[in-house]
């Protein structure tokens, strides 16, 4: 299965580690030091997020524009789950004062 040219694990393997991978799923842990940024990258399949510790983050597409903030918005606590949808070439700023430390389970399409 081809993944995309800017794929996490090609593009910002400083920030993920992959923990298990097979055809069906790819489970990465995801940390951002607060002050890092991670390079551009993306992520093409849609993912289970686990919250492990939390911080405020910018996400921008690769040209700079903002696509999420999560500044005033309810941070979700140590052992929350979210679900995500595939992600575009984008970067993430930790504009938070601690680490952000996610565990995403990706479901790759069959």
Do not use: C
């Amino acid at each position: 299965m081809a993944v995309h040219p800017l794929d996490a694990m090609q593009s910002a393997p400083d920030h993920h580690d992959v923990l298990y991978e097979n055809e069906k799923v790819r489970i990465l842990d995801t940390r951002l030091a607060a002050d890092d940024r991670t390079p551009v990258h993306a992520h093409e399949w849609p993912a289970a997020l686990y919250v492990l510790s939390w911080s405020d983050f910018i996400r921008r597409d690769d040209q700079g524009n903002i696509l999420a903030d999560s500044r005033g918005k309810p941070a979700p606590a140590a052992g929350e789950a979210l679900w995500i949808e595939p992600l575009p070439p984008h970067y993430v700023e930790n504009v938070g004062s601690s680490d952000l430390h996610i565990i995403a389970v990706e479901v790759k399409s069959s």
